[in-house]
């Protein structure tokens, strides 16, 4: 039998889909350069496995996809993959989820590969499936006691129902997103009810399920949280995003791109606080391994807007420079990842 190696999942039935390439991009060759034996098990936008067997670099824009030739048909199976030309079987010593958003995101990947005795790096089905519904998370945060965003979320069949509901209640502007998506896809801020029309419209393309905030005039900080050697979460210094779009959409997270300021120039006590704030969402959420956590800074006051369980990994994503923050620079983030998806020692 050959010896159990590390699978990288990318890709995915996601429309975050294309970052999953970017952060598989990323952690495929960097696994390469400290020789960690691996294999790229490509999730196309139907779900269906492959098994890539080309150069990572060419994942980043898409072009290791027009190679037909670089790709096996897989099976996960249990314990490993089955590949079916050439037939043969691959047993997996863990997976490491280079994935975001949709049926990868949401916990039912995870519980896959739970039913298949695959461990796996990252949050649980449960904590997944809370953090990817924002409505539930925020639900599961205030009953913690952590302060987070008001409004309220709707199922949206009739848009009058909902436009009366913003109007009645919050006003105008409002912050639309729909609940369980990411990257800020689908989401954007209403001033007037032409707006908001034209907003739950693009937001229904996403989910149903429609989140409605009050838009909070604040400073956007994250914070990092990564387990220890002895499984002990420890939150990052908190970072700052500086950029000049409206709200920081996915254009500016995987285009031009922010600044970033890490640390956050804050006062200590704040600091701490979000710090803490971050830790204790992560334990009521039941996550583990890692997370990123963000904020807004309103008036001097922490409200937490989201939890990411698996954050964006890219050249331009917040976790990796958090974690370099606390002293664990990208190679060492890379090694520690691998631990947790196989259950070896950091």
Request: hydrophobic letters at 40%; charged letters at 20%; a negative charge.
């Amino acid at each position: 039998m050959a010896r159990p190696v590390l699978g990288v999942l990318f890709g995915g039935k996601s429309n975050e889909h294309d970052v999953s390439l970017l952060s598989a991009a990323a952690i495929i060759p960097e696994l390469d350069r400290q020789r960690i034996p691996r294999l790229a098990i490509y999730l196309d936008r139907d779900g269906r496995p492959w098994l890539y067997g080309g150069d990572a670099g060419a994942i980043g824009d898409g072009s290791f996809k027009d190679d037909p030739s670089l790709f096996s048909p897989a099976n996960l199976v249990q314990g490993g993959v089955l590949t079916r030309e050439p037939r043969g079987f691959f047993p997996l010593s863990g997976v490491f989820p280079a994935v975001h958003g949709g049926s990868t995101e949401d916990g039912r990947l995870q519980g896959f590969l739970g039913c298949l005795s695959i461990p796996y790096a990252g949050s649980g089905v449960e904590a997944c499936a809370v953090t990817m519904n924002k409505a539930l998370c925020k639900t599961v945060l205030s009953a913690a006691g952590i302060p987070v965003a008001g409004g309220f979320a709707e199922t949206v069949e009739d848009p009058s129902d909902a436009i009366g509901r913003v109007e009645g209640t919050l006003g105008y502007p409002v912050f639309v997103k729909p609940a369980r998506s990411g990257s800020s896809i689908g989401a954007g801020c209403a001033r007037n009810r032409a707006e908001l029309i034209a907003l739950i419209e693009t937001a229904q393309k996403t989910d149903r399920l429609l989140l409605f905030e009050p838009l909070i005039h604040g400073r956007e900080i994250e914070v990092g949280v990564l387990e220890n050697e002895n499984g002990v979460p420890i939150a990052s210094p908190p970072g700052e995003l500086f950029f000049d779009a409206g709200f920081y959409d996915y254009d500016t997270k995987y285009g031009v791109g922010a600044t970033v300021a890490i640390p956050a120039d804050l006062p200590r006590a704040l600091s701490e606080r979000l710090r803490e704030l971050a830790l204790s969402a992560f334990r009521a959420l039941g996550c583990r391994h890692f997370a990123r956590v963000d904020f807004f800074v309103s008036d001097g006051k922490p409200i937490l807007n989201e939890v990411n369980a698996l954050p964006g990994l890219t050249e331009k994503s917040m976790f990796p420079r958090l974690a370099a923050a606390m002293g664990v620079p990208f190679p060492a983030l890379v090694r520690r990842f691998v631990a947790f998806a196989t259950g070896d020692p950091i």
